[in-house]
């Protein structure tokens, strides 16, 4: 399968149900010859032989069909049941594996309540040898069953099972089954054995990430459908007028002159049927799509080592059909291409259509596959290479996709990327990702190559310590690391490997591995056996290390004396690496080094070069490239050029980025501001990061501004995934001609999950504050520096559905501390972006000898001349309520309500508030406006005049994006509108600058 760039868009399940009890005794009782065959055991393979008969009804949208499955026991054990996949019943309901991932992946829920998006297979009645037997379902995997023969299949005992079966196919908007209008996607439609293997029986529920696992055999397939829909599909058509007509398809190029092709509506179809028949061999699956609208195209090549020709079939629709008119032609090549460096292709036909599919941009089936909607020709050349490639890697060599995916998708990955940059050796990154020459040359990236989009992908990951190993089975992963470590690093390391080995040795290993394993189940080890002993080579660091660990690399020049290069290892792989005398883009020498650890002086030969640069053409898993060059001459040989760039662009890794943003400002006291921000970038993490906005204001002739810099330290396989140590400083205008000055430094610890599947992530952290003296300087006195300390401990749940966070603080300041605890959840109510806010907070001062009152808990949202540690972005910062627009700003925390009461009811030493906001469903999409609900207990409820010790309020938000929202508080209790004036009084807004923050815009990615 192909993924799409996660940057552009997007457990081990195993595999053991919960069993009922007599269930588990049975497996018990029977598991030792079933499910835990004896060691040692030589290879061998079952095989199944599938003949169906399926019709489609178009009108309902359902398969109504017929199976026949001889099942050959080639395995030294006796067999005691027979684990069948029911797959269609993985659309079935809400609890089904592939209903919760999705829910976990893209926050879909009651995704299968809707009846079109429903499917399931029914109708089932499984026979053996003509006899009725006992099955089941798993509790809870209804996709997943049982078969128990009469009696136990012996080795070398076959069987014949039967069954009829229903098809309900669901609209294809979720996963790989489905249908758009009347075109069909029918693939994982059959009841289908699972893998029995040295390993035992591998049974798994139907998943959107997470490929198969499937035994070889033959099919014989029946299709009978309406007689104008045209099929491309498994195996190798047996009807000759069919054959003829799709000639005759093909051979009609009128499409292609019509400057119209918007057309995509579904002719009516036809009151006669057709029944087309298909035969496979050496194939682990069999998958078709219909669609009475495709254009056909018809190509032949000549395999470069037997000689023997097969055909080739482009199927696609009206939709993006400029872009396949050349189709054909990348089919053909990318044939050749594996065919070349592999071995022959292992079939007789090949069948690529352009059809509906939501799992990734393409989908591999043996001898076809799918293909989605592309962006340009680039891109359709792309996918359909990599699917294509599966032919080898996947359908030839049936891996165990979902407990080792890195063995297809990662190979398949690394011959497509080899393909493409040999066929598009100048492709550069912004005609893909941008577009528009003159905006590249704007971001100066007009030069940067295609590749770097892989690299920054995973650096992002890399450097935020977010990695998991390559070997890990599909399930294991993040939604992220699916794609970027098992198509991202694979792909990288694989080449990694082959720029190592060089191409000739690399090539000739895997075609030897391909010969000798074709139409077999390799292990992983296979593959390394393969390249140990064709290369003589110790290659532990890439098959335990690189493709095992999350180990990093990071060579690092250290000097440069006498032809002699000092490198220091600073990471914990230990791999080779390629050094090279260059000039400007001219290569003058390479060498490769066997990894090692510490340092080690290299002798490199002399010549008129001006630099040393390890692995210059981005070939190897850097993790950082700022280390990675010395200049021969120079004042400063070891620095690397600055690459300034205004507003922001994408980051080169070998390169320092200074981008510089023109910046206005403005507040009360300082006037208007003008100023610049400059930054090293946000997108790729660095070790050192900076934000700097100085200003020039014209109110007070002063300067003004904020800077952060922080460093940045990722442990390797510690408790604590990421620590950063950060350093602030903020100037602004304040009364009395002064300024306020706050600096702040502090250190966040994020720990790692074990779980990376897992949302939560926690935080500890702990911030020491220097500001200026609130107080005084609101008595316009010259302001003293006040010490605070802050030690915070944060969990966040960052699941689409449901997500909550807890936050625990305790602060202290010279005469007071104080502690609290805030909980936030979210109750969905549709999908992730619709629901029920929570907000529950508590507070109590645990020392309180200070005069001055807003040291306590506010009862209010803060106005900003409450704000001591000057968190926050107001305009006019020190305004008194409610003298202007400015002054009714607030930030909402603490007691939490709208109303201003603090100056009126005065701050609190305990207080408990509770909160709720609504969207309101259908409406909030066109209209942003929520009610709200505000509750508050405090120590002034009690005893102080009041009828209730309760406050309430309700009434209505509106604005953007949580940055600007206007609060309307329509109801209040009795005891907040004695106090809180006139109903214009309680509206008061919120402005928030840190929702464009960093951690905000990349808090998906964890960090």
């Not at 595999?15 to 055991?41: D, E, N, T, W």
């Not at 396989?717 to 002064?738: D, L, M, V, W």
């Not at 507070?843 to 900003?864: H, Q, V």
């Not at 100056?903 to 999409?925: A, E």
């Amino acid at each position: 399968m192909m993924e799409e760039c996660w940057f552009k868009n997007k457990i081990k399940i195993y595999l053991v149900p919960k069993y009922h009890f007599r269930q588990m005794i049975f497996i018990c009782l029977f598991g030792l010859v079933s499910v835990s065959p004896a060691f040692p055991q030589t290879y061998f393979q079952q095989k199944i032989n599938y003949k169906i008969d399926v019709s489609l009804d178009d009108n309902h949208h359902e398969l109504h069909a017929f199976e026949t499955v001889e099942y050959i026991n080639n395995s030294p054990d006796t067999l005691h049941f027979i684990w069948f996949h029911l797959w269609p019943n993985a659309y079935s309901n809400n609890n089904t594996p592939l209903a919760k991932q999705l829910l976990r992946l893209n926050g879909k829920q009651r995704l299968f309540s809707d009846l079109e998006l429903r499917g399931f297979i029914d109708s089932l009645h499984f026979e053996i040898n003509g006899k009725p037997v006992r099955w089941n379902l798993l509790p809870g995997q209804p996709d997943i069953c049982h078969i128990f023969p009469d009696a136990p299949m012996n080795p070398g005992d076959s069987i014949i099972i039967s069954t009829p079966f229903h098809v309900k196919i669901p609209k294809g908007v979720t996963s790989r089954l489905g249908h758009i209008g009347e075109s069909y996607q029918i693939s994982q439609w059959y009841p289908k054995a699972a893998v029995y293997d040295q390993s035992g029986w591998h049974p798994m529920p139907y998943l959107d990430q997470g490929e198969f696992y499937s035994e070889f055999g033959s099919f014989d397939v029946n299709i009978t459908l309406p007689a104008n829909y045209i099929v491309g599909a498994t195996g190798n058509l047996q009807n000759q007028p069919e054959a003829e007509m799709l000639d005759k398809l093909a051979s009609d190029t009128a499409w292609y002159k019509k400057t119209d092709m918007e057309g995509t509506s579904f002719p009516t179809s036809s009151k006669q049927t057709k029944t087309l028949r298909y035969k496979a061999n050496h194939v682990h699956d069999f998958a078709w799509f219909a669609d009475k609208r495709f254009h056909v195209l018809k190509g032949k090549v000549k395999l470069p080592e037997s000689g023997r020709e097969i055909t080739t079939w482009v199927m696609f629709t009206n939709d993006q059909a400029e872009l396949w008119k050349d189709a054909l032609q990348y089919v053909n090549d990318a044939i050749l291409f594996f065919s070349k460096h592999i071995g022959d292709y292992p079939y007789e036909s090949y069948t690529v259509v352009q059809s509906a599919l939501s799992a990734g941009l393409g989908m591999e089936y043996p001898g076809i596959s799918v293909i989605g909607m592309v962006e340009s020709a680039y891109s359709l050349d792309e996918v359909i290479t990599h699917e294509i490639g599966h032919n080898w890697f996947y359908s030839a060599l049936g891996f165990n996709e979902r407990q080792y995916p890195y063995l297809d998708e990662g190979l398949t990955s690394a011959c497509t990327t080899r393909y493409m940059n040999k066929k598009y050796p100048d492709k550069k990154l912004w005609e893909v990702y941008v577009g528009k020459i003159k905006m590249a040359r704007f971001l100066h990236i007009e030069k940067m190559p295609i590749q770097r989009m892989q690299e920054l992908e995973r650096l992002a990951q890399a450097r935020n310590n977010l990695e998991q190993p390559i070997k890990l089975p599909a399930t294991d992963f993040s939604d992220i690391n699916y794609g970027i470590m098992i198509y991202n690093k694979a792909d990288m390391a694989f080449n990694y490997l082959r720029a190592y080995l060089g191409d000739s040795l690399f090539d000739a290993t895997i075609h030897e591995y391909y010969r000798k394993l074709i139409f077999t189940h390799p292990h992983p080890n296979d593959l390394r056996k393969s390249f140990e002993t064709r290369t003589v080579k110790d290659l532990n660091w890439f098959f335990d290390d690189l493709m095992g660990t999350v180990k990093r690399m990071d060579y690092k020049i250290v000097e440069l004396e006498n032809q002699q290069v000092l490198v220091k290892n600073d990471g914990e792989l230990a791999s080779p690496f390629l050094i090279s005398g260059i000039t400007g883009d001219s290569v003058f020498f390479e060498k490769w080094i066997d990894g090692f650890e510490g340092k080690k002086w290299i002798e490199i030969p002399s010549g008129n070069y001006a630099e040393i640069k390890i692995d210059p053409g981005h070939i190897t898993p850097e993790i950082n490239r700022l280390n990675n060059n010395i200049k021969k001459t120079g004042l400063f040989p070891k620095s690397d050029p600055v690459r300034p760039q205004i507003f922001f662009s994408v980051e080169d890794p070998g390169k320092r980025s200074l981008m510089y943003i023109p910046a206005a400002n403005w507040t009360r006291e300082n006037g208007f501001m003008a100023g610049v921000a400059l930054h090293n970038g946000f997108f790729l993490p660095k070790r050192i990061e900076y934000l700097v906005m100085p200003f020039y204001a014209f109110g007070n002739n002063d300067l003004a501004g904020f800077g952060r810099v922080s460093y940045n330290i990722t442990p390797f396989e510690k408790f604590i995934r990421k620590a950063t140590i950060s350093f602030e400083a903020t100037q602004y205008g304040a009364p009395g001609n002064q300024n306020y000055q706050k600096i702040k430094t502090g250190v966040d610890l994020y720990f790692k999950n074990k779980n990376m599947n897992s949302s939560l992530t926690q935080k500890v952290s702990g911030d020491y504050f220097a500001v200026s003296d609130l107080y005084q300087i609101e008595q316009e006195q010259a302001a003293a520096m006040n010490s605070f300390l802050q030690f915070g401990y944060q969990l966040e749940q960052r699941r689409l559905i449901n997500p909550f966070s807890v936050q625990a603080l305790l602060e202290t300041g010279k005469s007071y501390r104080k502690t609290s605890v805030e909980f936030n959840y979210k109750v969905s109510y549709y999908g992730q972006n619709e629901g029920l806010d929570i907000r529950l907070f508590a507070g109590t001062m645990l020392k309180n000898k200070s005069d001055i009152p807003f040291y306590a808990f506010s009862a209010s949202g803060r106005s900003g001349r409450e704000q001591y540690l000057y968190q926050g972005s107001y305009p006019d910062r020190f305004a008194t309520f409610p003298d202007n627009f400015f002054s009714r700003q607030m930030t909402l925390s603490e007691g939490g309500l709208v109303s201003a009461l603090n100056d009126s009811l005065g701050y609190s030493r305990r207080l408990v508030s509770l909160s709720f906001t609504s969207t309101l469903p259908k409406i909030n999409k066109w209209v942003p406006v929520k009610p709200f609900v505000n509750l508050l207990l405090n120590d002034h409820g009690f005893g102080n005049g009041f009828d209730s010790p309760l406050f309430f309020e309700a009434g209505i938000k509106a604005g953007f994006w949580n940055l600007f929202e206007i609060y309307i508080p329509l109801v209040v209790s009795r005891n907040i509108d004695s106090v809180s004036g006139p109903f214009k009084n309680r509206i008061r807004f919120i402005l928030s600058l840190d929702s464009f923050s960093k951690e905000k815009l990349f808090s998906k990615g964890g960090i």
